[in-house]
T-cell receptor, first 116, second 113 residues
């Protein structure tokens, strides 16, 4: 069965520190990968996505993620975080074929707190 | 203004009662989803629908039911069989192409007393 795991549940960083949030998925077929963010009191919104091509994808607000197929990973990175990046981050995977098409599965989320 | 509307924002029900959460979208999306969000557990998929008049169980469908009679609407009923219904419920939709992202509503917080 398709699943997504996020290794860090809570991360606390100081402003200007670098960020890397881990995401691994278990699905052998073609997948589409997403990172979503939920700022306090706001809707979930898309940060970035990967579906083909360059495995290094860039998203909004200086975030990027690298798809490493051999490791089934899609880690999120940002070189220098800001206080406004305080939010909960979710990795998600969508299968590309078969009965599981469009079964969009999320990880457990990582709560990031950035201290000024 | 295009988007997904969930109503109500807060809902209180007595134990043993069924309750229906509304989700409407005007994005002309084919696919719609219901998730349950609990602290530390992320978003867990309850039901999803790829097209009108069709839906599939997600990972935690027990105690829930849905219908998809219209493209724009995907109501979720939380039945009395759901053992722990108090939670935050999120509805989402997408175009139906697997590489496109889902858009989310503001959520409904259901409290069963």
């Amino acid at each position: 069965a398709q699943s997504v795991s996020q290794h860090n549940h809570h991360v606390i960083l100081s402003e200007a520190a670098s960020l890397e949030l881990g995401c691994n998925y278990s699905y052998g077929g073609t997948v589409n990968l997403f990172w979503y963010v939920q700022y306090p009191g706001q809707h979930l919104q898309l940060l970035l996505k990967y579906f083909s091509g360059d495995p290094l994808v860039k998203g909004i607000k200086g975030f990027e993620a690298e798809f490493i197929k051999s490791k089934f990973s899609f880690n999120l990175r940002k070189p220098s975080v800001q206080w406004s990046d305080t939010a909960e981050y979710f990795c998600a995977v969508n299968a590309a074929y078969g009965g599981a098409t469009n079964k969009l599965i999320f990880g457990t989320g990582t709560l990031l707190a950035v201290q000024p | 203004d295009g988007g997904i509307t969930q109503s109500p924002k807060y809902l209180f029900r007595k134990e043993g009662q069924n309750v229906t959460l509304s989700c409407e979208q005007n994005l002309n999306h084919d696919a719609m989803y219901w998730y349950r969000q609990d602290p530390g557990q992320g978003l867990r998929l309850i039901y999803y629908s790829q097209i009108v008049n069709d839906f599939q169980k997600g990972d935690i469908a027990e105690g829930y039911s849905v219908s998809r009679e219209k493209k724009e609407s995907f109501p979720l009923t939380v039945t009395s069989a759901q053992k722990n219904p108090t939670a935050f419920y999120l509805c989402a939709s997408s175009s139906g192409l697997v590489e496109t992202e889902a858009f989310f509503g503001q959520g409904t917080r259901l409290t069963v007393v």
